[in-house]
Nanobody, 124 residues
Framework: QVQLVESGGGLVQAGGSLRLSCAASGRTFSYIAMGWFRQAPGKEREFVAA????????YYQDSVKGRFTISRDNAKKMVYLQMNSLKPEDTAAYYC?????????????????WGQGTQVTVSS
């Protein structure tokens, strides 16, 4: 079992930045891929970014490339999502997720554990 707790969401103006954090506890953290997803009201949960267990392979949704950066600290059991140049369309609940697979995946069905989410609201 892996327990995930997100933090760092909030209200920010367009063009601003936020850094989301995800604290993991439970089974070993070092051999699992991690990801961030988001869900806006009335929409399906969508992939945002993912990172493999060593941290040297990442993948992003096209709309966030160049603006968002995913990273991890295995010693601290933490995953981060640095979000810059935020846009109103980035408004959503953001979820941290852990996969039992060590490699990067964008498929939400491949993620086995989920946090409760943190709300990000970007005003125009």
């Amino acid at each position: 079992q892996v327990q995930l707790v997100e933090s760092g969401g909030g209200l920010v103006q367009a063009g601003g930045s936020l850094r989301l954090s995800c604290a993991a506890s439970g089974r070993t953290f070092s051999y699992i891929a991690m990801g961030w997803f988001r869900q806006a009201p009335g929409k399906e949960r969508e992939f945002v970014a993912a990172i493999n267990w060593t941290g040297d392979s990442t993948y992003y949704q096209d709309s966030v490339k160049g603006r968002f950066t995913i990273s991890r600290d295995n010693a601290k059991k933490m995953v981060y999502l640095q979000m810059n140049s935020l846009k109103p369309e980035d408004t959503a609940a953001y979820y941290c997720a852990a996969s039992k697979l060590p490699v990067v995946t964008t498929n939400k069905d491949r993620f086995d554990y989920w946090g409760q989410g943190t709300q990000v609201t970007v005003s125009s």
